[in-house]
């Protein structure tokens, strides 16, 4: 039995244009911050069946939180080649890059992605908050960037079922959307700007409409969607699906060159595995020549996916006379990886993956120690004392599904 | 597309120096001036008909010797007109401070307000002249690189050995204590006579944006005392200030310096981070090896395009402090003003308004707020009176510098501003000199608005970036360009933005000049 109740406890937060629907919907009422705004974690009481609703139905995502800017004028496509690592003079309107981008020492300040919407109009989104970074090195340039967080609502539609569901309420059939490609559809009388992107490599959409239109896309989605088992869904599914794709987080598995207090703190994209982002032959952008060293040189850490194996652990939890304790969700706790008894890296985070059926986690290794295959010791707490037990570096990502990147 | 070694952009004293020294060592040089003529600060002009007036600068109190010397400026018409040099301050009851070259003079002079700061004077002449003593060789160092201090670049320190051997190290350790402190400060371990704490407080706060009782004001004051003799020094250019910078195009042009004027660089050409040359406002492109520019650090890499430049560099040029609060007034007048406490002799020199060192940092007190100081400091001359020519006979020009009027204006625009300093300029000299006021035939305010326009300066900055501790020696103008050279390859500055900073000593294009030659 539930009761029927938005979300009326007092708050300094801001509400997405979506809260008249999500506070209804959220049973948990648990919420956590997100760039300012009341954020569901889980709608349920436990976030299963999200998580279960990314890989098998239809997932819902209020992402408005999401930070959004609008980059527009004659030099926008230079600014932007100018301030992140991958070449913007080639991303043709309607399509999008994941790009990181850096200072000019060539560490990560914050990734996101840049939607080509029309001839000299962006749209860039990020982690955090950009604005000041922006318009620093805009000076010079024909750009005018403005906030769009508060202009333009967002929501992500993910899962094998989220084609069908848009195909449903769109005016034309989305079939042939690429896979980082975006389009403008109607939906009803509403414009949406519809990209084939996502934060849980599956097949999945996210679209971006003037946040007025808000609740009428959302009753349209769950309207249309139902039949196809469509779910209102929150960060703790998120954070599972985004692990399993491979997906790093900032301030999670990295810290921003921003912020960082000391340098040991910063990552470059080549330690984040994000080398395939970093466009060498692109004569000038912000950190250049930085990257280039780090190329040439190589850089002392890596990012991989560990996969925590299970017999050893099955036996560690064995021997007190428990079966292994798995985390129910992701975590995001440092937890150190030994080489004998060396440390040789550190887990910034990891869940166990109910589709793989695997324990994963995204961890910093030492460049000798990131070879596929490589084994390595993670700590694990077992009943209070701390152990470590087998694990070994492989492929990512952990989850790759060929629907993600295919068309019908 | 013409080929040079080096293309000079701007005519203003440094820009000339810089130009003849590298002319002298048979590089293949252009200056290029925006002006009709070239002077830039240092420039003596008519601003209405038959009336002249030196634009910025009424006293050159130094010039380096070298300069004189090596350049042989006198041979191209250049000479101080040293008679009669006084600043003068008209004080309470008909009595007016002389302070001079001449240290008994003025002890004597100082004597009509307090026996004590009498007897003090010499001694504080002697002092100051000790301090400034280290800051002269300091002045002629390119600045070490600072952090990537090595070996050679302390070695660059060479000529600091002079002074402490001299003066010792516990000088040293004086010089570091008075070094940042307030004027105030400094005057109440001296002086006790208003008139005399007025005038010499003046001395320090000169083209700030600070008044007498902010930090850092005795730096500016011993800025202002480097190669000179005297406190509160005050010398003039026969001929008018103009005269000197005739001399330098003079002899930079006998250098074989091509002088080109009504040539306004619009940019920067660059290849590869490296400047490749310059292009005009009327499109012609110029090459060179090495491109210096005399123009303050913004408005040179606003031709470089601040696009450019690296995310670091950039927000470093864009804090460099500018702020500009100092105004200049010229008046035509009719005929000589009557001054109640001022005799032809303190009027053909300096006089400065300043009966109190609270007067001046009241005067202050304004541009903290954006406004217009109702009773401003002013330091005033009648170069008439030393140049017949600058004026239709029997009239005369008062020319006058104004502390405060900030560059940014709160609740006014920069007419309004404009109105405000004439009304509060007008009114002060009235108070010395009645009906001064209906004698005026002509005027011209400069604000430090109008003074941005005219010359170029980011924020009408005389000393292209304001000369406080903070924008000293390896900090001047930016931490990484403090050597002349900037982040983009044979890119050079020669201007009063670097070290050592502003006037018209010449050291800043002196010392660049040196530098390009090292790298060339």
């Known amino acids: 039995m539930s009761i029927q109740t938005q979300f009326t406890g007092s708050t300094s937060l801001k509400v997405t244009p979506f809260h008249k629907r999500t506070s209804v919907l959220n049973h948990s009422q648990e919420w956590r911050r997100w760039s300012g705004y009341l954020s569901a974690t889980t709608y349920d009481l436990t976030h299963d069946v999200e998580y279960y609703s990314i890989r098998t139905k239809a997932a819902l995502l209020d992402i408005t939180p999401l930070h959004k800017y609008i980059i527009k ?19 043709k309107i309607g399509q999008v890059m994941y790009t990181p981008w850096c200072d000019e020492d060539g560490k990560q300040i914050d990734d996101g992605t840049v939607q080509h919407l029309s001839e000299n109009r962006f749209r860039l989104t990020s982690a955090e908050p950009n604005m000041e970074w922006l318009t620093h090195n805009a000076a010079g340039l024909e750009v005018d960037i403005s906030e769009d967080s508060e202009v333009t609502a967002s929501l992500a539609l993910q899962g094998p079922s989220s084609r069908a569901i848009l195909n449903e309420v769109a005016d034309e059939n989305i079939d042939q959307l690429k896979f980082f490609w975006l389009t403008e559809r109607w939906i009803g009388d509403i414009p949406v700007t519809i990209s084939r ?6 097949l999945g959409y996210e679209l971006w409409t003037p946040k007025e239109n808000a609740l009428t896309l959302w009753d349209r989605l769950m309207e249309a969607g139902a039949p196809f088992g469509i779910t209102p869904t929150g960060l703790h599914a998120l954070d599972m699906a985004r692990i399993e794709a491979s997906l790093i987080l900032l301030d999670v598995d990295y810290i921003s060159a921003q912020h960082a207090a000391i340098d040991l703190r910063k990552s470059s994209p080549f330690e984040l595995g994000l080398g395939w982002t970093v466009k060498l032959k692109k004569k000038d952008f912000i950190g250049r020549t930085a990257l280039e060293n780090d190329h040439r040189r190589g850089t002392e850490w890596q990012l991989r996916g560990i996969e925590i194996e299970w017999e050893p652990l099955e036996t560690l939890y064995r021997k007190i006379g428990l079966p292994p304790q798995l985390p129910g969700m992701a975590w995001r706790t440092s937890t150190p990886l030994y080489s004998g008894n060396e440390q040789v890296g550190y887990a910034t985070s990891g869940c166990w993956s109910p589709l793989l059926k695997k324990y994963i986690a995204l961890a910093h ?14 700590e694990v707490k077992v009943e209070h004392f701390r152990k470590t037990t087998s694990a070994r570096v492989v492929k990512t990502p952990f989850y790759n599904p060929e629907r993600k990147r295919t068309c019908p | ?45 008519q601003f209405a008909p038959g009336f002249h007036c030196n634009s910025v600068f009424d006293s050159v109190p130094w010039i380096n010797s070298v300069l004189s010397t090596d350049l042989d400026l006198e041979s191209h018409g250049f000479r101080f007109d040293d008679a009669d040099t006084a600043l003068s301050t008209p004080g309470t009851e008909g009595k007016t401070l002389s302070i001079s070259p001449d240290t008994e003079a003025t002890s004597r002079s100082i004597a009509q307000f307090s026996d004590r700061d009498a007897e003090k004077w010499p001694g504080f002449c002697e002092k100051i002249s000790m301090l400034t003593d ?19 670049s302390l070695l660059s320190m060479k000529p600091m050995i002079k002074p402490v051997r001299k003066h010792g190290r516990q000088n040293l350790v004086e010089l570091l204590r008075i070094l940042p402190m307030t004027m105030l400060e400094l005057l109440d371990e001296w002086f006790e006579s208003e008139p005399l704490r007025g005038t010499v407080a003046a001395s320090g706060i000169r083209h700030l944006n600070q008044g007498p009782m902010a930090v850092g004001t005795v730096f500016n004051f011993l800025h202002h005392h480097v190669g000179s003799e005297s406190i509160c020094p005050v010398r003039f250019v026969s001929g008018g200030t103009g005269q000197l910078t005739d001399a330098l195009q003079s002899a930079a042009e006998t250098a074989g310096v091509e002088v080109r004027t009504k040539a306004e660089v619009s940019s920067v050409m660059l290849q590869n981070r490296q400047a490749t040359g310059i292009t005009l406002a009327d499109g012609e492109q110029l090459t060179a090896g090495a491109v210096v520019s005399a123009l303050d650090p913004q408005s040179t890499f606003h031709l470089v395009g601040t696009q450019n430049l ?19 007034v010229h008046f035509g007048l009719k005929s000589l003003p ?19 060192l609270s007067y001046v940092e009241s005067s202050s007190d304004a541009a903290k707020y954006g406004q217009v100081s109702q009773e401003p400091w002013i330091e005033f001359s009648l170069p008439s009176l030393r140049e017949s020519s600058f004026a239709p006979l029997g009239k005369h020009v008062l020319s006058a510098t104004v502390q405060y009027v900030p560059y940014h204006l709160r609740g006014m625009d920069n007419a309004t501003a404009r109105q405000k300093l004439r009304n509060s300029v007008v009114a002060v000299l009235e108070t010395h000199a009645l009906g001064i006021a209906d004698l005026i035939e002509h005027e011209q305010m400069l604000t430090p608005n109008d003074l941005e326009s005219k010359f170029g300066l980011t924020e009408g900055n005389i ?58």
């Open chain 2, 338 to 356: 009557q001054f109640d406490s001022l005799n032809e002799k303190a009027l053909k020199s300096i006089v400065s308004i300043s009966p109190s």
């Open chain 2, 134 to 152: 280290f800051l002269e060789p300091l002045y002629g160092i390119t600045p070490p690189p600072i952090p990537e201090l090595d070996l050679t």
């Open chain 2, 1 to 45: 597309m013409k080929s040079f070694d080096t293309i000079v952009i701007g005519g203003g004293v440094n820009g000339l120096i810089t130009a003849a020294f590298l002319g002298k060592a048979g590089n293949k040089v252009v200056l290029l001036e925006k002006g009709k003529s070239v002077g830039g600060l240092a420039s003596t002009e």
């Open chain 2, 310 to 328: 690296t995310p670091r560099f950039r927000r470093r040029v864009k804090n460099i402090k500018f702020r500009g609060a100092t105004a200049r």
């Open chain 2, 463 to 520: 000393n292209h970036g304001e000369m406080m501790l903070d924008q000293f020696f390896f900090m001047r103008p930016t931490i990484d360009t403090a050597q002349y050279s900037t982040p983009i390859k044979n890119l050079y500055l020669c201007g009063p933005g670097t070290h050592p900073g502003g006037g018209l000593h010449g050291m800043n294009g002196l010392n660049a000049a040196q530098l390009v030659l090292k790298g060339n």
């Open chain 1, 197 to 202: 992107t996502g934060y849980t490599g599956d």
């Open chain 1, 365 to 378: 290794l030492k460049t000798e120690y990131a070879k596929e295959g490589t084994p390595v010791q993670f």
């Open chain 1, 73 to 91: 004028g004659s030099d926008a496509g230079i600014f932007l080649d100018r301030l992140v690592t991958r070449n913007i003079k080639v991303c």
